[in-house]
C-alpha cells in the first residue's frame, strides 16, 4: 500500500516562496504516476500539477504555469513542488496523490489517482 506524506506548508506574503515535498513509501516512486492537488476553504480540490514516472512530461494548470514547478527524484522517493512568486488566492490545503496505473489519460481527474497525503496547509497573505 503507498502512503504519502506532505510536508513544506507555511505562512508566507504574498510573492514569497515556498518548496512542498511529499515522501512516498509503501513502492517504489518509479512505479507511480505523481500529482499534487490543492483544495481551498469552499472549493473542490483542483489539479495542480503532474509528473510522469521518469520526470520526463509535466503538466500544469493554467493559474499556477511560470510560477510552479513540480520535480521527483526516484531514488530518494520523494516528490516536490516549488512555489514561486505566490499570491493569496494560492491559499489551499495542497495534497500529493500518486497512481499506480501505467496508463494515465486524464491526469486532472482526482478519481485517476488511488493514494493520497493528509494535506499541507499553504497560506499567503496580501
Known amino acids: 500500500q503507498v502512503q504519502l506524506a506532505e510536508s513544506g506548508g507555511g505562512l508566507v506574503q504574498a510573492g514569497d516562496s515556498l518548496r512542498l515535498s511529499c515522501a512516498a513509501s509503501g513502492r517504489a516512486l518509479s512505479d507511480l504516476y505523481m500529482a499534487w492537488f490543492r483544495q481551498a476553504p469552499g472549493k473542490e480540490r483542483e489539479f495542480v500539477t503532474s509528473?510522469?514516472?521518469?520526470?520526463?512530461?509535466?503538466y500544469y494548470a493554467d493559474s499556477v504555469k511560470g510560477r510552479f514547478t513540480i520535480s521527483r527524484d526516484n531514488a530518494k522517493n520523494m516528490v516536490y513542488l516549488q512555489l514561486d512568486k505566490l499570491k493569496p488566492e494560492d491559499t489551499a490545503v495542497y495534497y500529493c496523490?500518486?497512481?499506480?496505473?501505467?496508463?494515465?489519460?486524464?491526469?486532472?481527474?482526482?478519481?485517476?489517482?488511488?493514494?493520497w497525503g493528509q494535506g499541507t496547509q499553504v497560506t499567503v497573505s496580501s
Open positions: 496523490a500518486a497512481t499506480q496505473s501505467r496508463t494515465v489519460l486524464d491526469f486532472r481527474a482526482s478519481g485517476v489517482y488511488d493514494s
Open positions: 509528473i510522469s514516472w521518469r520526470g520526463v512530461s509535466t
